[in-house]
């Protein structure tokens, strides 16, 4: 069965620093999405992209957050200037189409630990 | 807003025990209703999935019903296994948005 695969599954950085977590989404789905889940707190939406732009997004997701499609199977968020509350479980996922007939599709995760 | 509330966790059971976990939510209109299970180390799969009242999801031995009326979704399975054992997440989305709203998880452990 196809997958949303995520690399690296853990990325450790310094605080201030960019990071860029990785994504490809199932082949044949049109929307994608970020979340991400702080320790021991709920799955949080970050930001949903649909035809190269971004179609909802959180309040989560402010100017230091940017996703990219940089090709035809990649999905990348990027978080400009790392803070220590960053810290979390990313998960990125893809659906076919939009609503709750079109499940969405989740990656195992990236663990992202800022020091 | 919208919100989706589950029972605290963990939940241990003995394996063929009768497992319920509650699922009760917060939401404008008829949204749709899912569960989905991460196993240990890995992500989010979608369990089954409910899209308006009344309707039964089912999979892999797990139910859940959709009602409306006590806007619950309660995931249960008759007779759990070691290999159950994980974490449950209740999760819903509506007409007019991209973002599904979670609950907070519920570790299930199944003892041999």
């Known amino acids: 069965e196809p997958e949303v695969t995520q690399t690296p599954s853990h990325q450790v950085t310094q605080m201030g620093q960019e990071v860029i977590l990785r994504c490809v989404p199932i082949?044949?789905?049109?929307?994608f999405y970020w979340y991400r889940q702080i320790l021991g707190q709920k799955v949080e939406f970050l930001v949903s992209?649909?035809?190269?732009?971004?179609?909802?997004k959180s309040e989560i997701f402010d100017d230091q957050f940017s996703v990219e499609r940089p090709d035809g199977s990649n999905f990348t968020l990027k978080i400009r200037s790392t803070k220590l509350e960053d810290s979390a479980m990313y998960f990125c996922?893809?659906?076919?189409?939009?609503?709750?007939?079109?499940?969405?599709?989740f990656g195992d995760g990236t663990r992202l630990s800022i020091l | 807003g919208d919100s989706v509330t589950q029972m605290e966790g963990p939940v241990t059971l003995s394996e063929e025990a009768f497992l319920t976990i509650n699922c009760t939510y917060t939401?404008?209109?008829?949204?749709?209703l899912f569960w989905y299970v991460q196993y240990p180390g890995e992500g989010l799969q979608l369990l089954l999935k409910a899209t308006k009242a009344d309707d039964k999801g089912s999979n892999k031995g797990f139910e859940a019903t959709y009602r409306k009326e006590t806007t619950s979704f309660h995931l249960e399975k008759g007779s759990v296994q070691v290999s159950d054992s994980a974490v449950y997440f209740c999760a819903l989305t509506h007409s007019g948005t991209y973002k599904y709203i979670f609950g907070t998880g519920t570790r299930l452990k199944v003892l041999a």
């Open positions: 939401a404008t209109g008829y949204p749709s």
């Open positions: 082949s044949n789905h049109l929307y």
């Open positions: 996922a893809s659906s076919r189409g939009a609503g709750g007939n079109q499940p969405q599709h």
């Open positions: 992209f649909y035809n190269n732009e971004i179609s909802e």
